[in-house]
Structures are given as C-alpha cells and as structure tokens.
C-alpha cells in the first residue's frame, strides 16, 4: 500500500513564474492538506480539500490556490513566484475533515532564484 | 502564526538515556499530537491525545497532557540513535486547522 507519494521531489523556478505541485492521498483518504515549511520552521497550514472542494484556509495569499481530482489526488499551484516561497511544500493526506493523525509526503523541496 | 512553542530547541543526549521535550499552546484545543521528522522530509505521526485526556503511552513514547497549563510533553525512553529527528507539537481546535510549532531537534549520540 503506498502512502502519500508527491512530484516532484525538487524544483527550481525564476522568480514571477507558476509551479504545480502534485500529490496522492495515501490509499483510502478523502482529505488533502498542504502545508509550507520554511527552514527551520514547523509546517504551515496552506489550505485542505474535502470532496473536491477548498475546506479550510490558513493565512496565504490568493496566489496559493489548488485542486482536489474525483480520485481524491490534489494539486498546489502558486502563481507570480517570490524568492520567499522557497520552501519544502508539504501534503499529507487523511480520513475525514477533521484531519488527525495524518499521513504525510515527504515534500516538494521548491527554490526560487 | 504558531500556537504550539516546542521547549527545548535542541537537544542532545547519549543513547539509552530519555528525552523529554515539552510543547505550550495560547488557545483552547480539541487535540494535540506530536510528529517527527527526520532530515526535512515528510513527517511522521506518533501519537494524538485529546482535551479529556491526561496521558497516552506508545511503545517507548510517553505524553502528557495538562490543559490548565496549555501544556504538553513528549517522553520518549531509552533512546537510540534513530530517534534522532525533529519532533514538532500540533494543536488542533475547533476549526480543526493544525498549527505546528517550531520543533525540538534532537540528538542522539551512539
């Protein structure tokens, strides 16, 4: 059974361009979440997708947006790209809104130049 | 923003000895759960407790939870060198968002 898998593992985009970054639940989940996590900081929260809708939010710009497929695998995308954005860009997937004890990737390492 | 602040930030020990790593939130929460991470990659789930409960053992983990403390802490015992990692605390209220915190680091030397 493979667990949440996504791609790709490293990207480097020029600053003002778009990335998409992909993500399948681990087998069973319905609930995408997708997090950011700066150097030497915890994950923070980007938005979760339930039943091929944005659920919840955390604080980011509308440049953040994504999508959940009717097989329940979801994309990242960010547009107009800062130097700022360089991160590990977390998913990890769940049963059910509520999202406890998660199952994460192991992340899409993204550099901005 | 971060409600949950790790305690200490890094930590180094030697193997077999225990590891206590402590986590404080600011608002009330439905659960809080403890995570590890190893090298900057995916993070690994280890173990939720929730409001109405006070401890929860796994294996050679130990957490407790004080709510009138906004408190928590993670014990793990006899410590290998494989435990060495980053473990972060997570709460979650009623929006069910969680917010992480900063991580403890931690160091175990064979």
């Given at each position: 059974d493979a667990g949440v898998t996504q791609s790709p593992t490293h990207l480097i985009k020029t600053r003002g361009q778009q990335v998409t970054l992909r993500c399948s639940p681990k087998s069973g989940h319905d609930t995408v979440s997708w997090y950011q996590q700066a150097l030497g900081q915890g994950p923070q929260f980007i938005f979760q997708y339930y039943e091929e809708e944005e659920r919840q939010r955390g604080n980011f710009p509308d440049r953040f947006s994504g999508h959940q497929f009717p097989n329940y695998s979801s994309e990242l995308n960010v547009n107009a790209l800062l130097l700022g954005d360089s991160a590990l860009y977390l998913c990890a997937s769940s049963l059910g809104q509520a999202g406890e004890k998660a199952f994460f990737g192991q992340g899409t390492r993204l550099t901005v130049v | 923003s971060q409600q949950g602040e790790e305690d200490p930030q890094a930590l180094s020990i030697q193997e077999g000895e225990n590891a206590t790593m402590n986590c404080s939130y600011k608002t009330s929460i439905n659960n809080l759960q403890w995570y590890r991470q190893n090298s900057g990659r995916g993070l690994v789930h280890l173990i939720l407790i929730r409001s109405n409960e006070r401890e929860k053992h796994s294996g050679r983990l130990r957490v407790t939870l004080d709510t009138s403390k906004k408190s928590s802490s993670l014990l793990i015992t006899?410590?290998?060198?494989?435990?060495t990692a980053s473990y972060f605390c997570a709460t979650q209220g009623g929006s069910y968002i969680p917010t992480f915190g900063r991580g403890t680091s931690l160091i175990v030397h064979p």
């Amino acid at each position: 059974d493979a667990g949440v898998t996504q791609s790709p593992t490293h990207l480097i985009k020029t600053r003002g361009q778009q990335v998409t970054l992909r993500c399948s639940p681990k087998s069973g989940h319905d609930t995408v979440s997708w997090y950011q996590q700066a150097l030497g900081q915890g994950p923070q929260f980007i938005f979760q997708y339930y039943e091929e809708e944005e659920r919840q939010r955390g604080n980011f710009p509308d440049r953040f947006s994504g999508h959940q497929f009717p097989n329940y695998s979801s994309e990242l995308n960010v547009n107009a790209l800062l130097l700022g954005d360089s991160a590990l860009y977390l998913c990890a997937s769940s049963l059910g809104q509520a999202g406890e004890k998660a199952f994460f990737g192991q992340g899409t390492r993204l550099t901005v130049v | 923003s971060q409600q949950g602040e790790e305690d200490p930030q890094a930590l180094s020990i030697q193997e077999g000895e225990n590891a206590t790593m402590n986590c404080s939130y600011k608002t009330s929460i439905n659960n809080l759960q403890w995570y590890r991470q190893n090298s900057g990659r995916g993070l690994v789930h280890l173990i939720l407790i929730r409001s109405n409960e006070r401890e929860k053992h796994s294996g050679r983990l130990r957490v407790t939870l004080d709510t009138s403390k906004k408190s928590s802490s993670l014990l793990i015992t006899a410590s290998r060198a494989a435990d060495t990692a980053s473990y972060f605390c997570a709460t979650q209220g009623g929006s069910y968002i969680p917010t992480f915190g900063r991580g403890t680091s931690l160091i175990v030397h064979p």
